[in-house]
DNA sequence: CAATAATCGAGACGGTACGTCACGTCTTCTT
DNA sequence: AAGAAGACGTGACGTACCGTCTCGATTATTG
């Protein structure tokens, strides 16, 4: 994102005072935990800053905008964890990881993902940094995980992964973002009662 | 919402010059032209009164903030369209306004609805007026269409509707927001073949 | 100078509201007070805005500047005060006004003045300003005075008005700016030790 | 100030990297050349750093402040020259350095002096400068020379030097800095045909 | 037909945050 | 040790909107 190591290796360092990298640090933090607080509009830089107890300017001289800064702290936090990989029958891997994510969507890292995708409705590299950091790593071990399951005849194969990973966990980002209803264990229950049968290999498919 | 004739209708009018009804339309359709321009974060009503040629302070006697204004801008656009057809099988009735729903998501409209969405997660006022203007009219019909399918035994009854509702939808709001699929009729057609055979009465419900 | 006041005479007002005299006097009292204390150069619009109760961007409604700010101030108070005309003969007047500018010199508005005259270094118009409001006003008057002595031949009449005032009060200014002397009434009397013999009609004129 | 070479005299030279003299020429230089484009308000050190392909440190290592770095700016330029003939009648030696002075006030190195004062007046540093490296190294020339005067009975002693040089100079001062009356040769003859009455040894001193 | 009352436009008000600039200090490597 | 480079915390800049307010003008109902 804004990270100078990923340019070309070069031997000879830039010349002039570093980086500060816990000002780095401290800004990130400082962005998760306000975010989690106020969301993604009554988040100011200028709080940012005083939280992290740094200078505004060093805020903008590494991102530009609000929107970067965001990207970059959800990223930093949300890059290399939060992957439970399961093995075994798809079904049971499934379910076990829509429960695993009721307690995290209810959790502050909720919040923040509701405020990710909220302020991505504003600006697409927001969205897209969430579509490349969160949602893609997560889709491509499921993928994989239905894949091995479609040719082992455990379910239907007329329908493309992606779709079905929408049907299992569109509910519950929608429960998310319009907190129209709890975000509960149950629900995932009864994703499951209504999806199962529509899951296992059908004899006609696809008919209308 | 801001609506004086839902007002108990008294024969005696209030004294005083009344609304103007010009300056309510020309606020409403300003706040749609520029929000398609700008996106929800930079619109402002300062902005908004000058496009409308109304002055701010009629804005803010009318609508609370920016969120109530955008929401009634929109509802105001879809509010007499957009109503299930309340009779015929569930199935079919079902199926045919999710088909409607694919070219409004992919309009204009849809963009709108999705600022709505994204805005409201940093600010609660917007999404409860997203739920109780956009989406619990909506809601109120079709949950009533499946409780007469669960009554005539058409569906499966163990089930509550608003469930069977985030199941049906949340695929479409998901593509909606993150862009990571586009919204398609065949998305339509997928869910009802993973979702229909859950749909029906089961032997015996809820297993695990 | 940035009074409306001075626009042809409409009888018809401005639409919107009107500008509020209260916070007009407190930004310049507070201007005036902060210029004593700091000085041109450490004298900020937040902290005058800040002082009079004031919104930053009211200041910045009506001055464009710091420096018309300082100008306008400096004039408020100065305009139509501290003007001390005096009758008899020449010299006494002189001397009598000279000495009365001694303790103003040495006051909070001895200061302001400096403040004005040095910003005017940086600045064309605040020193046009000064010369308008301060140095042409009370000139007029000497000038007048000088003009009537000479002609009653009680002073030479070879030399200028003007420059005869330059040598009688420049060097009041240069200590006033510098400090490299005090400002005492002693001063008076050296100066005028010193031009007086060559203030009386003189036999040649401008001799070399 | 700045200049090490007054220092005690020392065989043994200081350790490291001595001072670089290019560095030291390359920043007065800028210093003078920004300070006539853009006058002392609007002059930044980062700019002169720049301009002079200097590092900002190495400006503040040697000048205190902007103020100081004007002021042994402009000595630099001036220092060599403008220095009393320290003989002949004194008269006839201020006349000379008087006249002198006019064509430098209206050079660009007149606005420098007249910027160096108006900072002066918010910055009790800059006016010390002043006085210290402007002011008092060609008063103490002239009022040696005026000291050697009166003791030859050319001139009154009974008013001290410091108050003859305000009364000779302030005028010239009063005209750089409000530009109410343009500075020009006639003005020095006019000055001294006004103080050279009295500037002579008088019968009875100080009266009045 | 006035008096009253709520609306309208316009736009000034006290604020808050914006993104930029320069300050004077610091930390790095190079000379 | 001094050089350049340039990041650091700080604080003011001038701008844009916020939501509230005060104007005169307009448009209705009520006495």
Known sequence: MSNPALEPAST????????????????????LELLKQFGFNDLSIESIAGHAGVGKATVYRWWPNKAALVVDAFVSVVDAELRYPSTGP??????????????????????????????????????EAFRAHWVEPRRREARELLKQSMKAGEIRCDIDPDTILDILYGPLYLRLMVH????????????????????RPQRQSLQR
């Not at 000879?12 to 962005?31: C, D, F, N, V, Y």
């Not at 076990?96 to 909720?110: K, V, Y």
């Not at 129209?180 to 899951?199: R, W, Y």
């Open 12 to 31: 000879t360092r830039a010349p002039g005072r570093p980086r500060s990298e816990e000002a780095r640090k401290a800004i990130l933090q400082s962005t």
């Open 180 to 199: 129209h209803e709890p975000l509960t264990l149950e629900l995932v229950d009864k994703i499951f009662a209504m999806v199962l049968p529509g899951l």
């Open 90 to 127: 798809a079904e049971k891997a499934f379910r076990e990881q829509m429960e695993r994510w009721i307690p995290i969507f209810n959790s502050p890292l909720g919040k923040v993902i509701a405020a990710v995708i909220g302020a991505g409705q504003s600006d697409p590299e927001i969205i």
